[in-house]
């Protein structure tokens, strides 16, 4: 499943030479991903108050392909790759007009109220169980 989320570049995500500074591709793709869980009905704030856990970053291998400029439109992508126990793996990009301008493969993982992995919540198991795409424009 694909789920694409647009922003627009402001100037404060870019430096003096109006390109966008490495560390906010990493703002985008995390926007990406709440928009994502949102986009498949999910609650992340209720998941978590229900005892269902909650989702952090373990692992980010990410690639910088080429720069993105202040007020570029951009296209975030979301795609569930797999899962196991409390492990969720996505690839995501940034795209201006299908060019990638970063990809990234993320590793999440479901922590408990205690900071220890748990298993994945069964609301989210059952919508990566299917092939579905999602769009957020």
């Known amino acids: ?3 694409t989320h647009q922003i627009r570049v402001y100037y404060e995500d870019t430096d003096l ?7 906010n591709y990493l703002k985008f793709i995390e926007r990406g991903r709440s928009e994502w869980v949102r986009a498949l009905g999910l609650d992340q704030a209720a998941m978590k108050a229900a005892g269902d856990g ?4 373990r692992r980010v291998v990410a690639d910088y392909r080429a720069p993105a400029h202040f007020d570029d439109l951009l296209d975030v992508t979301t795609e569930y790759l797999s899962h196991s126990g409390a492990r969720l793996i996505l690839r995501q990009q940034v795209l201006r007009e ?3 301008l970063f990809k990234a493969e993320v590793t999440l993982v479901c922590l408990g109220e205690t900071g220890r992995p748990q298993p994945l919540p069964r609301a989210l198991l059952a919508h990566i169980g299917g092939n579905h ?5």
């Open 1 to 3: 499943m694909t789920y």
């Open 17 to 23: 030479a109006g390109i966008v500074y490495y560390a």
């Open 54 to 57: 909650a989702f952090a970053v």
């Open 98 to 100: 299908s060019k990638c």
């Open 133 to 137: 795409h999602l769009s957020g424009r």
